[in-house]
């Protein structure tokens, strides 16, 4: 079996995946819908109809009538006209006198107890017609003549055709009703939810066609939360690209600035090993040197790439300038570079806060301080202090500093001359360069009245700042 | 000779019981082989739908129909009898005694049935698909052409009514109409008219007044008219009028109203051949079995007079529920009351 675990499983959409969210809550709410709807209308139906029902049998009740004292019904037609309303339901109907008797009617009529009819209200009950489910009421009326007392009950009853007609209509209804807006709701929650999944789709578009070492920003317009991605991800392979360049950038330099200085080492082993034995200390003094500045050129170097990896990758901290300026006098490592060389160190007693890396910081200032004591002269000042806003950390010396030409040209990737002389002034100043740009910052080299100034600035950081 | 005249099985026999039919006759086609005897009850005289049944025996050779004729109330007991009690029921119970139906038809006595053709029939002429009017047949006025004046003629009932307030009418005694206690048409005549307007208590009073005579059957009434013995008869059944035609009768739809009767077709819930049933009720609801109906006077075609009646002078007695007043006991006995006082003084005299 190939492996086949590169392959991303093909999952279902998001889209599809809230619609049917969406529709599984629609149809729950329809359902609910449809049963509050039955029951409401057969609530309704039944309301409706048992009013019927008891009009009828108060019209009859009315026309109860005492007649040489024996009560007689002259059933209205109207009575009848109410029942037929239900048009299609069979009537039952029975005028009970005092003792039970049948008045008038037809004698399958169940009376209901006495029991539930001693109060006056009328009584609703269920029962068959003929085997049929129906509906009954019974109305009662007292009289108390002369030549007749007691009471008269009316009962009339009626199937339940009309009853189901008319629950069965208001559900439908109302399911139609409710169908219908569940279509449109269906309808719009799909237009809003593609609409709103449309930056995602075309986000998941565009990274499908994009060729993998495609590493230039992409679209970010959109939504907030769409836009928050793709910046991370523009962000993420602008790093990227960075890096793929550094990387790129130090081998290129590497392999160009190695190239001439072992060239040379191997010319002078060559010499030493086919000349004179009389010139061979020489020789030897020679090579012991060259491999010494191929060595700071490895360190400048390594140095550099620590940099340019470091303002990628770490974060920003707040610290003091000062403390980078004491920690770099402190390391003394100019005493290898220059022994006896005094360096002063000029800091006021306010911080000076920047957001900065520690380390690239440090390796700016060294490079700095380096340059100085290679080509400057004594005395050398390192120095931080706050001008025109900005947090300064400078090396001064008081030497007459590089010709214009040179400065004009400082700090670029690499020269041709200093690889090639063997020596790693412009690496050094190029590393400061790239730590000023990293932390936004700038480098510049200027000639002052009391000597010549490297200041790297960077802008103060006051939120953190200490009263 | 139309072929339902020499009809081998056409026997009439003559009512022997109060529960029996009053004649019979059976039909089947003259070709084929009928394996299905249809049982039909029914207060039309056999002579009159002859021709229909025959047509329809010979649209459908396979059922042999047997066909009885009953008074209304017998057919009413009996078809109440066969749903309550089990006894033998027809197949189909076809009755001008449209209250009595409808009542059977509230007692669950009935199959529904539908289709197109019911379906397509007025509301007012059929309840629950279980009962279905198919005739359309007035009720009149007939009066003797010889004897009766053409200025006095009545055509509404308030011209009736002043005819019969006349002092020293020449109508005394001379004026007929249907007894309601011996005659179930005539109580449904009589119910309606007491339903239908105001003019009904003045009519008994005029009835009263000029001493009219309640008998019991059409026939007597309109052979009454046709001698002279009345000169004038009250809410006949115009299709009767229409069997037997005789010279110096005449007939009138009263303007004011005129009320519309419509034969009732039921196929009981006992019935043993409903599907059969069902074919007849199809065959007298067709255009062909409509057609036969009109021209034996039973559907009648109002468009087709001279002076046709006015739309809102129709009234077509309802096949519903309201019907069923007509058949409570205390109703029926107050109506009848009435009744009875009104012609009591005839009978006094």
Redesign the interface.
Known sequence: MADRSGVAPVTTSLLSRVMVGVLSLLAIGGCVITLAAFAYGRNAARQAYDRLLLGAAQDIAESVDIRSGAP??????S???L??LA??????YA?HGPNGAL????DRVRQPEPADARSAAPVYFDDA????KARFVTVLRRFTERDFSGTVAVTVGQTLRARHAMAYELTRGAMLVTGLGGLALILSAYLVIRSAMRPLERMAEELTARDPYDLTPMMADGPAEVAVVAHAMNRFMQRLDRQVGAMKNLISDTAHQLRTPVAAIRAQTELALEDDPDQQPQRLERLVRRTRSLGELLDQMLSRALVIHRADNTPPELMDLRDIALRVIEEQDHEVLAPGVEVELVIGDRAVMVMGDEISLCEAVKNMLANALRHGQAPIQVGVGIEDGDAEIWVKDAGEGAPEEVLSRIGQRFERSAASSGNSAGLGLSIVKSVAGALNGSFRMERTESGFRATLALPVDTSGEQP | MRPWLIIAGLVILRATGPMAQEAVAEFKSDTGTPTTELLVRSTTDIEILAPLLQAFVTANPTIHLRYEQWGSNALYDDSLAACERGSEAADVVFSSGVHQIVDL????CATPYRSAATDALP?SRR??DEIWGITQEPAVIIYNTALVPKGTVPDTRFALLDLMRQPESAFTGKIATYDVEASGLGFLFAFMDS?EATTFGSLLEGFSRLKAVATCCSAEIIDGVAEGRYLIAYNVLGSYVDARPRRDVGVILPRDYTLFLSRTFMIPKQAAHKREAAQLLEFLLSPQGQTMLAEVNLFQRTDRDARPLPDSARRAIPI???L??AM????RQ?FVEQWRTTFARERED
């Open positions: 007689v019904v002259d059933i209205p037609v009575a009848f006209g029942l037929a048009t299609d339901d069979r009537i039952a005028v008045i008038t009617g037809h017609m003929q085997g049929e | 038809v509230n007692r669950a509301v309840w629950r339903l519903d529920p309201k069923l007043v409570d006991r205390h109703r107050l």
